[in-house]
């Protein structure tokens, strides 16, 4: 018999570093399962990991629970390749940095089982999308 869901959960918390502190520790609490437990879990799972990594959490009625580890999110794979801290504030106006359709192409590719495109063209269209909101240059 398949066990029935309580509620799903989205989190995103860096690599090998997440504690029963706030924001993790209140919101598993609050879903009523073991902190502790998922803590070890996430940590041991991501540890050889570098970026910001989204977690799908499922909890079960009987307080157990499941988790799927995302890939990292594209605005952070794409202010890595262009080399910048963080995207332009006005990114019309201001570029805060510039990145290649090959590194398009390899974020695409590392992103594409998180993406809803069809083949691998479309993805490097949402990524270079993404990038151009962040006021970062596709060349």
Known sequence: MAKKIDKKIKLQIPPGTATPAPPVGP???QAGINIGEFVNQFNSRTAELSDIIPVELTVYSDRSFDFILKTPPASSLIKKAAG??????????????????????????????DLNATDIDGAAKTIAGTARSMGIEVK
Do not use: D
Request: charged content about 20%.
């Open 27 to 29: 919101v598993l609490g």
């Open 84 to 113: 910048v801290a963080k995207g332009s504030g006005k990114n019309l106006l201001s570029k805060a940095g510039q990145v290649s359709q090959e590194q398009v192409r390899a974020i695409a590719e590392q992103k594409m089982v």
